[in-house]
């Protein structure tokens, strides 16, 4: 059975950080491309980051130059560090197995003063 869990949402100031991470289960990670994802209210789900099982990136324009996408084999776990956030990074963030169906429960960033 295929377990993704996201951690390290919260509340953050404007121009803060956070780190997110999502660890994975029941899948041979290293050989899986993972993405973040994330939705505002009232707003479709989009991609915000991917990582290919090589190690190659690709970022949406928004989070280009903030965010940072990784990931670590040995723990089969893929993060996302959040630097510069601004109120309109507020939403939930899931975290995805490449292009199937396996999402995690998501976790909420808050970006508010």
């Known amino acids: 059975q295929v377990q993704l869990v996201e951690s390290g949402g919260g509340l953050v100031q404007p121009v803060g950080s956070l780190r997110l991470s999502c660890a994975a289960s029941?899948?041979?990670?290293?050989?899986?491309?993972m993405a973040w994802y994330r939705q505002a209210p009232g707003k479709q789900r989009d991609v915000v980051a991917r990582?290919?099982?090589?190690?190659?990136?690709n970022y949406a324009d928004s989070v280009k130059g903030r965010f940072t996408i990784s990931r670590d084999n040995a723990k089969s776990t893929v993060y996302l560090q959040m630097n510069s956030l601004k109120p309109e990074d507020t939403a939930v963030y899931y975290c995805?197995?490449?292009?199937?169906?396996?999402w995690g429960q998501g976790t909420q960033v808050t970006v508010s003063s």
């Open positions: 995805r197995v490449g292009f199937t169906t396996y």
């Open positions: 990582i290919s099982s090589g190690g190659s990136t």
């Open positions: 029941g899948i041979t990670f290293r050989i899986n491309d």
